[in-house]
């Protein structure tokens, strides 16, 4: 790589990934950079320097797949010389996958439409739905049935969501029920399936209202 120069790579999660783990070898020249842009599932992004003064440095990727955090990273490797040309890299991708099927457990992430809502999946009101998700939820054929069909069916609805200011405040109002609901020691988990469904239902009709507004125009 000549000097000031950078190159990029993209990594695309799978459903049954998990964590994304990049080696970096024999890269301690102390010209070349590696910055890493991790695409959130839900919209937005988050960036992380590596450091990479050691011969052989692994950064790992944790919640990286379709039903988790991140659905893509993107490596980019720059040469911060001013002169020095011909700068070698070496960098190896391993992926290992999940046993769940897909299904995020304890890792923090699946929580889309609540992430797009609240803009973090560290957000408490987030954290509290995830709680609920993995003791209520994912104990049980119906409530993993339940999880699967809104792994499948949220990630462009929370899409469509991150990308319209007024529609996250509407969400985070439908949201406040089922917080509520599942923060109380005795939290119904028909009350809470049937507002998830709900919230589901009025953004699928808000879409399918506006491809029909699109193609009237």
């Known amino acids: ?17 998990d964590t994304l783990s990049l080696t970096f070898n024999n890269m301690n020249t102390g010209t070349l950079s590696v910055r890493l842009i991790k695409v959130r599932s839900g919209g937005g992004y988050d960036e992380q320097t590596v450091s990479i003064g050691n011969p052989t440095v692994t950064a790992r990727i944790t919640g990286f797949g379709t039903a988790s955090i991140y659905s893509k990273v993107v490596m980019v490797i720059m040469n911060t010389s001013e002169a ?33 809502a609240y803009g973090s999946y560290l957000h408490p009101k987030v954290k509290v739905l995830r709680k609920f998700r993995d003791r209520y939820l994912l ?30 405040s509407i969400t985070r109002v439908i949201l406040t029920p089922l917080v509520y609901t599942v923060s ?31 193609s009237k125009r």
């Open 1 to 17: 790589m000549d000097h000031l120069a950078s190159r990029y790579y993209a990594f695309k999660a799978g459903v049954n990934t």
């Open 139 to 168: 104990t049980n054929t119906p409530g993993r049935l339940l999880v699967g069909i809104y792994y499948r069916t949220s990630p462009p609805i929370a899409g469509f969501i991150g990308e319209h200011g007024a529609l996250r």
């Open 84 to 116: 020095s040309n011909g700068e070698a890299y070496t960098v190896s991708a391993t992926l290992s996958s999940s046993s769940g099927g897909g299904e995020s457990g304890g890792d923090g992430g699946g929580c889309f439409i609540a992430t797009a």
């Open 184 to 214: 109380h020691p005795a939290p119904s988990m028909v009350i809470a399936s049937l507002l998830i469904i709900s919230l589901v239902c009025f953004i699928v009709t808000c879409r399918r209202r506006k491809g029909l507004i699109s």
